[in-house]
């Protein structure tokens, strides 16, 4: 089972879901969902997807999420009941890289930022390999990430910027490339109709992105930077992002293909 990240909360994905609507909308287009669907969402966290994937199916689909974290789950539970689409919504308790579902099951799946918060014993190809077994043949599978190298931040030092988003590249995320890995890791798996995308996310508070207090503790705790330029860091950031001038961007990538 994978172990969940303590800082990524319910909370934490459900602000982070405001910002990439339009990376979960093209994802859903890449499905090519027609009423009477089964689909299957993996890492599905607390519903923010299996909810609108049911209203897309509509009463005669079906959709089941699975995660390793069960908290998570039942707050997913809880929010299929409140949107009245308990009936064709499961959310199961599982490992993604063996999952509990017969082979050919589903007409789609997807998986969103899920890579890049897998542990290093986790093989990205053994998952996406999952992915496609648990399809139908002609099946559409969809997976979207984020490229954490291509962060940018508005800042005054860009040296220091550079360090320390790199290093979250690198050290606070498991795989803060998996975004850019997708298109080779999509093109070796064997699917057909390959297509790749990049689709640019813009923050423009502070508190829409890891890189306030989260960064800047395990910044201070991996002696990457001293505990002056952090406050420096963390007081100009704080103080663009009161006066509406804080700017933040990063690329998500979406790939998907179709089972031959």
């Given amino acids: 089972m994978t172990t969940p990240d303590p800082r990524v909360t319910a909370e934490y994905l459900k602000k982070a879901a405001e910002l990439t609507r339009q990376v979960k909308q093209r994802t859903y287009d890449l499905m090519h969902i027609l009423p009477g669907a089964h689909l299957l969402d993996v890492g599905c966290g607390p519903g923010i997807d299996t909810i609108p994937l049911a209203k897309l199916v509509g009463g005669d689909g079906s959709v089941v999420g699975i995660d390793s974290d069960r908290e998570m789950l ?3 539970d809880a929010a299929a009941r ?3 689409v308990q009936q064709n919504v499961q959310h199961r308790h599982g490992d993604v890289s063996g999952m509990p579902f017969e082979d050919g099951l589903f007409d789609a799946c997807r998986a969103e930022r899920l890579l890049q918060v897998l542990p290093d ?3 990205p190809k053994a998952v996406l390999a999952e992915m496609i077994r648990v399809v139908k043949r002609s099946g559409r599978v969809v ?3 984020s490229d954490w190298a291509t962060a940018s931040v508005d800042f005054s030092d860009p040296m220091l910027e550079r360090r320390l988003l790199t290093f979250f590249a690198d050290e606070v995320r498991p795989n803060g490339y998996a975004g850019r890995q997708l298109y080779g890791l999509v093109r070796r798996s064997g699917l057909s109709d390959v297509t790749c995308e990049v689709i640019p996310i813009v923050q423009t508070q502070l508190s829409q ?3 306030g207090n989260w960064l800047r503790e395990e910044a201070l705790k991996a002696g ?3 505990e002056d330029e952090l406050n420096t860091w963390r007081d100009e950031l704080e103080k663009r992002s009161e006066k509406n001038e804080f700017f933040c961007s990063v690329n998500m990538v979406v790939a998907a293909g179709k089972k031959p």
Avoid: C, L, V, W
């Fill in 74 to 76: 039942a707050q997913a």
């Fill in 82 to 84: 409140e949107n009245g």
């Fill in 121 to 123: 014993n986790y093989d």
């Fill in 143 to 145: 997976i979207a990430d």
């Fill in 209 to 211: 992105t890891p890189f």
């Fill in 224 to 226: 990457i930077a001293s």
